[in-house]
């Protein structure tokens, strides 16, 4: 008896009387993405920090980093800080003023990034950050009180 049933139940299966599968439908669209890139460049820079300055030059480095749109060609210029001193300057205690240069290179032959166009970071956007070296160096014998010294660099990119 168990036999015909299972039979029965078997056949009627196989005659697709049994539960149906549900029927899918499926609908579709597409749509466009679009995007504007613009030229654009960002610069930014830690502090350079020099060693104790006692008498004998004192040297510091640091690094800017440049990141503009691929392919925008930049120059990256600085300005001569808070005096208007040609050489760049250090303001102190009472005014006192200790002499700084910041250079491109660790051979300290090169001043970086003054005019714009000399001695410049130059280079093409990659959509990624760039750095470059800066290499400070303060001369010997200078006249400066104890204390500490600031100044404040600016840097623009030409771009």
Same mark, same amino acid.
């Given at each position: 008896m168990k036999? &015909? #049933? !299972?039979a029965f139940a078997l056949g009627f299966l196989a005659l697709g009387l049994g539960p149906g599968s549900a029927l899918? &439908? $499926?609908s579709t669209? #597409? !749509?466009t993405v679009t995007a504007t890139v613009q030229v654009g460049c960002q610069v930014s820079a830690p502090a350079t920090v020099f060693e104790a300055y006692? =008498? =004998?030059?004192a040297n510091a480095t640091s690094? =800017? #980093?440049v990141a503009c749109t691929n392919p925008a060609?930049?120059?990256v210029s600085r300005s001569v800080g808070l005096t208007t001193s040609a050489a760049? *300057? *250090? $303001?102190g205690p009472a005014s006192a003023l200790l002499g700084h240069a910041l250079l491109a290179e660790s051979a300290h032959a090169v001043n970086w990034g003054r005019p714009t166009g000399t001695n410049t970071a130059v280079g093409t956007g990659s959509g990624s950050s760039q750095p470059y070296a800066v290499y400070g160096q303060t001369a010997g014998a200078q006249y400066a009180a104890p204390g500490a010294n600031t100044d404040t660099i600016t840097l $623009?990119? $030409?771009y």
């Open positions: 036999y &015909a #049933s !299972f899918a &439908a $499926t669209a #597409s !749509f006692a =008498v =004998v030059a690094a =800017v #980093s060609p930049y120059n760049g *300057m *250090m $303001t $623009t990119v $030409t």
